[in-house]
T-cell receptor
Framework: EAQVTQNPRYLITVTGKKLTVTCSQN?????MSWYRQDPGLGLRQIYYSMNVEVTDKGDVPEGYKVSRKEKRNFPLILESPSPNQTSLYFC??????????????FGQGTRLTVV | DQQVKQNSPSLSVQEGRISILNCDYT??????FLWYKKYPAEGPTFLIS?????DKNEDGRFTVFLNKSAKHLSLHIVPSQPGDSAVYFCAASDNNDMRFGAGTRLTVKP
């Protein structure tokens, strides 16, 4: 079954304690990205990756890091989480159809609370 | 600066009637547009898309219209069903990335 898997689904952590949210896809997609969803702001892109070892900033990259060492995995790293990073996070992957991302498949989301 | 805007946070329609969800964009480099549907506690799922070389695309009850000169697209759902109640996100992509609107919550009343 084609899917994007995020872990964990729920996480409560304290300010400053480093954490990683994992994302894995089994569709051999080149393009992967991370979004955060906040009320009234919709989905805002944090980082994206067009292929292995190729990553770039989205709209709201501050406070986040990513890596793309393998095609299937795209972890999101918060080195020093702060309360304003409390949000619902989604990982997505898609083909690079006609030189742009096509239909994206999303993970089920990770609800992060930073206290 | 939001490049993709959905100005209506919510929409309520009666079952069987038409639902029209609107989306505006500012970046003329966008050349591919998509609609996603999201239920609570799930990730968004792809619904329908349209390339900038077209002005209409249909898939069953769902039709997307694109007006490039106005930088506007809309999603029509006919007839609307209670199971269509969800948050709908408009998205636009260019060569590099995909940008999303803030979403419109559609409620279809029986």
């Amino acid at each position: 079954e084609a899917q994007v898997t995020q872990n964990p689904r729920y996480l409560i952590t304290v300010t400053g304690k480093k954490l990683t949210v994992t994302c894995s896809q089994n569709m051999n997609h080149e393009y992967m990205s991370w979004y955060r969803q906040d009320p009234g702001l919709g989905l805002r892109q944090i980082y994206y990756s067009m292929n292995v070892e190729v990553t770039d900033k989205g709209d709201v990259p501050e406070g986040y890091k990513v890596s793309r060492k393998e095609k299937r995995n795209f972890p999101l790293i918060l080195e020093s989480p702060s309360p304003n990073q409390t949000s619902l996070y989604f990982c997505a992957s898609s083909d690079m159809g006609q030189w742009h991302p096509s239909e994206a498949f999303f993970g089920q989301g990770t609800r992060l609370t930073v206290v | 600066d939001q490049q993709v805007k959905q100005n209506s946070p919510s929409l309520s329609v009666q079952e069987g009637r038409i639902s029209i969800l609107n989306c505006d964009y500012t970046n003329s480099m966008f050349d591919y547009f998509l609609w996603y549907k999201k239920y609570p506690a799930e990730g968004p799922t792809f619904l329908i898309s349209i390339s900038s070389i077209k002005d209409k695309n249909e898939d069953g009850r769902f039709t997307v219209f694109l007006n490039k000169s106005a930088k506007h697209l809309s999603l029509h759902i006919v007839p609307s069903q209670p199971g269509d109640s969800a948050v709908y996100f408009c998205a636009a992509s260019d060569n590099n990335d995909m940008r999303f609107g803030a979403g419109t919550r559609l409620t279809v009343k029986p």
